[in-house]
């Protein structure tokens, strides 16, 4: 079953199971030595509470994210990261008194909207003039400091779950990454932890953590854009406090025309002109900050990158690809991947992308590529794209995708239907192989995991497990066959964990060869069998089209794509094909939902990579027909399917992605299987709508709707698909690369 509903025994064990990381006896093929053991685990980085703009408290959202109860979706682990800034809801509070506790117990008359001045009164705010101004809000610093924290670790000790904080930074020179800084965070036990001893701190709850989030707050206070406080973390009027300086070594700090000896700290200066390289100069210089003081304990992950358009030098804008490799180059441990695949994914514009969203420089500007495809950005996306491009560089850059939780729109937060958001783990989730041997997770297993690129992504359940291998094969006794192959590929998937064969390579790793060498690939997905989460029982009206009949909670995997690329090695800084804009507007998108090839000179040379491709496409039936396989650890069924590359003589990578689409679905994808723009399910604008949505059902609520339901958009007395129902009929996975280097050829120089 996909775990959502019914709940099946079976499934409640192995949720279990996950949750306390004991590993299941595994053939020793899977696990020789050499790797430390781990599981696949599932997670979350990006999601609001009332903390900034969502509509739920921290501890709502933690129980929704992780009970493994029916009505939550029972991550494995998770991250709350709102907003940077600033807000004006103490969202330690709680909506009922089922979320009480002893350290947060529920208080009448108040919740997690309630404000700080209607709460703890505003004298305890702390910043330039108490708080933002005097207004009643309190900058982020001192909330990740003195409040999301203390209740964070509160619940991950009440629930055992390993939870840690980060932040959604509002970026300068650009729009939003999914950020953190671990460090204090979370300490495995109360011995080695050390209490936060900074002079004038005040924790303004009922709790005082053994850890603290104060790297993290002082992150905050440097390089957020919406901070632009110059306190220095202090009370005001007073040198007690934080006394945060932000200077980065070697930087030209005090020397920069940027620089604010008052809260010594860069804030964007001066007009809008150039004002978006100068904050992509001070963005640079947080990752050089993090590199330098936390180099094992940070991430940074441009969030729906897409979404605000092209890169703006004279705002703050979006991201091109020069800004992705920019980051990379000055960080590689920490700016390693892209949140490419979106949250949002119930909106009117899916994903919250639309053409024409914003203007930029006087012109009415698209999001990059217009729109999704398929729920994912446009820089994911397309085959021989920019990830595609990153990728061919032989960089460690990796593909993660998140809820970005804020409300369901018009329904509330228990509701099973959407018109904006899906909860954290409803829909989406990052599966991460995290080596823990066994032990509680912690905030470090987690971000070295997520670093290493040991991650796929699925949508809708549609997917719960993936062994993705790459052996070298030599003529004579070194020789493999794709059985050989497979073989260690099943027993991974089956236990849930990687291989740890000499010869053979995983996502995020790279399997260096002679030249000549076979390369075979062996694939084994499990595609879990009943129904996911969504609450919808009636026929997807996709495939409807096409006279499939399948209902919408009952996904079945249609195909997958092997991809492959070549590897020539990182783009020189100030080279032509280093910086590029993405297409905007009308040169991109295509009225039927299609694009421009990226062949085409409308892609400039910095944002494609020409030798990407899908090499082979497997399904249930044909030529390439996978093969189902009984595990024999708990009896579910396993697809298997292996590829032999001959005779390598260059060095490359290989991807994979999924559908339970195939291909010339109308409206959906087009006739090579690739994923069609979404703007025909787009509710914004409804004269784009395509496909209707005709069953009629007599279950209006709950978790099994069996008709369309009455939130969808109505053109000509006509139900059309949109919202939530588009989302659950169009469900995709994505695999991270398995890199080959071939000795001689090009280095792949991001991955050891």
């Known amino acids: 079953m996909k775990l959502g509903y019914p709940k099946h025994p079976i499934a409640?064990?192995?949720?279990?199971?996950?949750?306390?990381?004991?590993l299941a006896a595994a053939p020793t093929a899977a696990l020789a030595a050499g790797k430390t053991p781990g599981k696949y685990v599932t997670g979350d980085f990006h999601n609001h509470t009332t903390c900034s703009d969502g509509s739920i408290s921290m501890q709502k959202l933690v129980k929704k994210a992780t009970d493994k109860s029916d009505g939550n979706y029972g991550l494995d682990w998770f991250v709350q990261a709102g907003h940077g800034g600033n807000?004006?809801?103490?969202?330690?509070?709680?909506?009922?008194?089922?979320?009480?506790?002893?350290?947060?117990?529920?208080?009448?008359?108040?919740?997690?909207?309630?404000?700080?001045?209607?709460?703890?009164?505003?004298?305890?705010?702390?910043?330039?003039?108490?708080?933002?101004?005097?207004?009643?809000?309190?900058?982020?610093?001192?909330?990740?400091?003195?409040?999301?924290?203390?209740?964070?670790?509160?619940?991950?000790?009440?629930?055992?779950?390993?939870?840690?904080?980060?932040?959604?930074?509002?970026?300068?020179?650009?729009?939003?990454?999914?950020?953190?800084?671990?460090?204090?965070?979370?300490?495995?036990t109360a011995a080695s932890a050390v209490p936060l001893t900074v002079a004038g701190y005040i924790p303004l709850g009922g709790y005082v953590g053994q850890g603290n989030a104060t790297a993290l707050a002082k992150w905050s206070y440097c390089f957020d854009r919406g901070d632009t406080d110059t306190s220095r973390g202090n009370i005001t009027g007073s040198a007690i406090g934080n006394n945060w300086n932000c200077a980065v070594t070697g930087s030209l700090n005090a020397a920069d025309v940027s620089w604010n000896s008052t809260g010594q700290k860069l804030i964007q200066s001066g007009s809008s002109a150039g004002i978006g390289e100068r904050g992509h100069q001070k963005t640079v210089e947080a990752l050089?900050?993090?590199?330098?003081?936390?180099?094992?304990?940070?991430?940074?992950?441009?969030?729906?990158?897409?979404?605000?358009?092209?890169?703006?030098?004279?705002?703050?804008?979006?991201?091109?690809?020069?800004?992705?490799?920019?980051?990379n180059n000055a960080a590689p441990k920490i700016a390693f991947g892209m949140e490419t695949q979106p949250g949002h994914g119930a909106s009117g514009d899916r994903g919250e992308y639309r053409p024409l969203r914003q203007t930029i420089n006087g012109v009415l500007t698209d999001s990059a590529g217009g729109t999704t495809y398929g729920g994912t950005g446009v820089y994911g996306a397309v085959v021989g794209g920019v990830w595609d491009a990153l990728l061919g560089e032989g960089r460690n850059f990796w593909f993660f995708v998140s809820s970005d939780w804020h409300n369901r729109g018009s329904f509330g937060p228990d509701d099973r239907r959407t018109t904006q958001d899906f909860l954290p783990g409803e829909y989406q989730r990052n599966y991460t192989l995290v080596r823990n041997n066994g032990a509680k997770l912690n905030p470090q297993m987690i971000v070295d995991g997520l670093r290493t690129g040991n991650n796929f992504a699925a949508s809708g359940q549609l997917i719960d497990r993936l062994s993705f291998i790459a052996c070298a094969?030599?003529?004579?006794?070194?020789?493999?066959?794709?059985?050989?192959?497979?073989?260690?590929?099943?027993?991974?998937?089956?236990?849930?964990?990687?291989?740890?064969?000499?010869?053979?390579?995983?996502?995020?790793?790279?399997?260096?060869?002679?030249?000549?060498?076979?390369?075979?690939?062996?694939?084994?997905?499990?595609?879990?069998?009943?129904?996911?989460?969504?609450?919808?029982?009636?026929a997807n009206p996709s495939l409807l089209q096409i006279g499939v009949n399948q209902p919408l909670n009952q996904p079945v995997l249609d195909h997958i794509d092997l991809i492959r690329g070549m590897v020539t090695g990182y783009k020189t800084?100030?080279?032509?094909?280093?910086?590029?804009?993405?297409?905007?507007?009308?040169?991109?998108?295509?009225?039927?939902?299609?694009?421009?090839?990226?062949?085409?000179?409308?892609?400039?040379?910095?944002?494609?990579?020409?030798?990407?491709?899908?090499?082979?496409t497997y399904s249930n039936?044909?030529?390439?027909?996978?093969?189902?396989?009984?595990?024999?650890?708990?009896?579910?069924?396993?697809?298997?399917?292996?590829?032999?590359?001959?005779?390598v003589s260059a060095s490359q990578y290989l991807r994979l992605r999924g559908s339970n689409l195939p291909a010339s679905v109308p409206f959906e994808t087009d006739t090579a299987g690739n994923p069609l723009s979404d703007m025909f399910t787009n509710a914004r604008d409804t004269t784009k709508l395509k496909m209707p949505c005709t069953t009629v059902g007599t279950v209006l609520t709950g978790n099994a709707i069996d008709g369309c339901p009455a939130h969808l958009p109505v053109v000509a007395g006509q139900k059309m698909v949109a919202y939530d129902v588009a989302a659950w009929a169009d469900l995709w996975f994505y695999s991270n690369p398995v890199y080959i280097e071939v000795s001689g050829s090009t280095v792949v120089a991001g991955v050891k």
């Not at 509070?93 to 002893?102: C, F, G, I």
């Not at 991974?492 to 260096?512: F, S």
């Not at 000179?601 to 030798?611: D, M, R």
Request: glycine share 10%.
């Open 12 to 22: 409640l064990a192995a949720a279990a199971a996950i949750g306390t990381l004991t």
């Open 87 to 188: 807000g004006n809801r103490n969202c330690s509070l709680v909506e009922d008194a089922s979320l009480s506790t002893p350290d947060y117990p529920y208080v009448a008359g108040q919740g997690p909207t309630t404000t700080w001045t209607n709460s703890i009164g505003s004298a305890k705010l702390k910043g330039d003039g108490g708080g933002v101004g005097g207004s009643g809000n309190m900058w982020r610093w001192q909330a990740l400091q003195e409040v999301q924290y203390q209740v964070l670790e509160s619940q991950a000790l009440a629930k055992n779950v390993p939870l840690f904080l980060g932040l959604e930074s509002v970026v300068a020179g650009h729009e939003h990454t999914s950020m953190s800084v671990i460090t204090g965070q979370m300490p495995d």
């Open 288 to 327: 050089k900050w993090m590199a330098e003081n936390h180099p094992n304990g940070s991430y940074y992950v441009p969030a729906h990158l897409e979404r605000a358009g092209p890169f703006n030098p004279n705002g703050n804008n979006g991201f091109n690809v020069e800004h992705l490799r920019n980051f």
């Open 473 to 538: 094969s030599y003529p004579g006794i070194a020789k493999r066959t794709n059985a050989a192959v497979e073989a260690l590929a099943v027993a991974a998937a089956t236990n849930n964990t990687d291989i740890d064969t000499a010869g053979c390579a995983t996502m995020g790793e790279k399997l260096v060869v002679r030249p000549g060498a076979e390369i075979v690939v062996a694939i084994v997905v499990r595609d879990p069998a009943g129904s996911n989460y969504s609450p919808y029982t009636f």
């Open 573 to 616: 800084p100030g080279s032509a094909d280093y910086a590029g804009q993405w297409p905007a507007n009308t040169a991109w998108l295509r009225n039927d939902g299609s694009t421009a090839l990226v062949s085409d000179a409308v892609v400039p040379a910095a944002a494609k990579n020409l030798s990407a491709a899908v090499v082979k």
């Open 621 to 647: 039936n044909g030529a390439a027909a996978w093969a189902t396989v009984t595990s024999s650890v708990d009896n579910t069924a396993f697809l298997k399917m292996s590829y032999r590359i001959p005779a």
